[in-house]
């Protein structure tokens, strides 16, 4: 199988898998007991928080372990909503992954006032209408790094310098840029910043949250006190352990990202603009991640083309995969404007490092083979020729 939905989720690296290992077996510890046991899962623990916040450049004491990138945006969300009353105003995007965008309307739906600022053709947002849209009432402006269908960049830092002229706190959902592109938070005024461990080949179900010291915080989940009172229930230790080795493994190679991945996906794109008519590469003018590839293809749909290319051994998505099993047209693409045809023919391509130059040899002759074979099959067979009768 050649594996292109690396935004959906990544394999897990075989060293993720070794190190979590023993958490799984003989060192079944929990962090909280004083024993030597316990000791040694809360040495893990802290190794993984250092190992965390090593490829965020950001102090230890300042990484939560959530149960992924859902929790952390949700958390980060509520807390700024129960810490002043007074504020009930939330900003954000119309693009952003529903994990915020769910949670966003939900919000709403409790007589909150939520801003959500469109994007233009090329996925980009106005600043100007973002600052404009800051007022006394806005309790957090929640804005995506990087867009998981179509890699296109928010520019994060620029955002955090409105929201800090302003004096609003910002969050910033970087599921699907952590591991993908260099992150320093030391120099970086974003107060929030969600990260989720299976989109850089570690394990499902863990992420964390990174809180800026300083930054007033409310945790949602109350109970135990663990994580120094910011997230409680016991520590999914095994997991945690597999997100710090990930984290680690991930900043030794995120040149690989630029070196490797990149030109891989470049390569793809320029083969199937030689070989295929009538595609467009969506969030191609726009800075984007170095892995993500969005195409939309006229005549064809993207459902039909996903089951040819599984046949054909290839994965990969029709919009975003975590909304898989829908046929809706996708949120995002539908926000850059794109017309019906299109958003009907989107397939999401995302490479990463495991991928090999024969999966992206393959993948160039097995796609324009399949949207060649659709837009055959969508012709009539027996092509109408006008009759003309004559009595
Ligand atoms: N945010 C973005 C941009 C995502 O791509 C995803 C997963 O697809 C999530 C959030 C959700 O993360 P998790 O699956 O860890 O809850």
């Keep these: ?31 909280s007991s004083g024993h030597r046991f316990g000791r040694e ?19 230890p004491s300042e990484i939560v372990f959530t149960s992924g990138g859902t929790e952390s945006s949700n958390a980060a969300i509520n807390s700024a909503l129960q810490f002043d009353p007074a504020r009930r105003q939330i900003i954000t995007s119309v693009v952003e992954h529903s994990a915020v965008r769910r949670h ?19 996925g980009n947002l106005d600043l100007d209408e973002l600052e404009d849209a800051i007022g006394p009432e806005t309790a ?14 928010f520019p994060i830092e620029r955002i955090a310098e409105i929201c ?58 109350i109970g135990g006190g663990q994580e120094n009172s910011q997230r409680a229930g016991t520590e999914n230790v095994a997991s945690i352990v597999g997100m710090g080795k990930a984290a680690e493994r991930s900043g030794e190679s995120l040149a690989e990202e630029e070196t490797k991945v ?12 030689r070989d295929v008519t009538d595609v467009t590469i969506n969030g191609q003018r726009s800075a984007r991640l170095p892995n993500t590839s969005n195409l939309s293809f006229s ?10 290319l599984d046949q054909l051994g290839i994965c990969c998505s029709a919009g975003s995969a975590c909304r898989s099993g829908s046929t809706d ?22 490479f990463g490092r495991f991928n090999s130059d024969q999966d992206l040899t393959k993948a160039i002759e097995s796609v324009p083979a399949v949207v060649k074979k659709l837009r055959q099959l969508s012709k009539p067979a027996h092509p109408k020729i006008p009759v003309t009768l004559h009595h």
Excluded at 111 to 120: E, K, P, R
Excluded at 140 to 153: C, H
Excluded at 262 to 273: G, K, L, Q, V
Excluded at 329 to 349: C, I, K, T, Y
Aim: charge should be positive; charged fraction near 20%; aromatic fraction near 8%.
């Design 140 to 153: 957090i402006v929640s804005i995506m790094s990087a867009n998981n269908e179509t890699g296109v960049l």
């Design 329 to 350: 047209a996708s949120h995002v693409l539908n926000a850059m404007q794109l017309p019906e045809d299109r958003l009907r023919g989107s397939l999401r391509f995302s």
């Design 41 to 59: 899962a809360r040495y893990a623990i802290d190794l993984a928080r250092k190992r965390v916040a090593a490829l965020l450049d950001c102090d």
């Design 104 to 122: 966003c309307q939900a919000w709403q739906g409790q007589g909150c006032n939520v801003t959500f600022l469109g994007v233009d053709p090329d």
């Design 299 to 308: 005549s064809i749909e993207a459902q039909s083309a996903l089951i040819l």
């Design 1 to 31: 199988m050649i594996y292109l939905d690396n935004n959906a989720t990544t394999p897990l690296d075989p060293a993720v898998v070794e190190a979590m290992l023993p958490f799984l077996t003989e060192s079944y510890g929990n962090p």
């Design 262 to 273: 990149r030109p891989m996906r470049d390569s793809f794109e320029r083969a199937i603009a």
């Design 164 to 221: 800090r002229t302003k004096g609003v706190l910002l969050h910033t959902d970087a599921v699907q840029a952590v591991g993908k592109m260099p992150i320093h938070l030391r120099k970086s005024g974003i107060h929030f910043l969600s990260l989720s461990a299976h989109k850089f080949y570690g394990p499902k179900g863990v992420g964390a949250l990174y809180i800026k010291k300083g930054t007033p915080f409310r945790p949602s989940i």
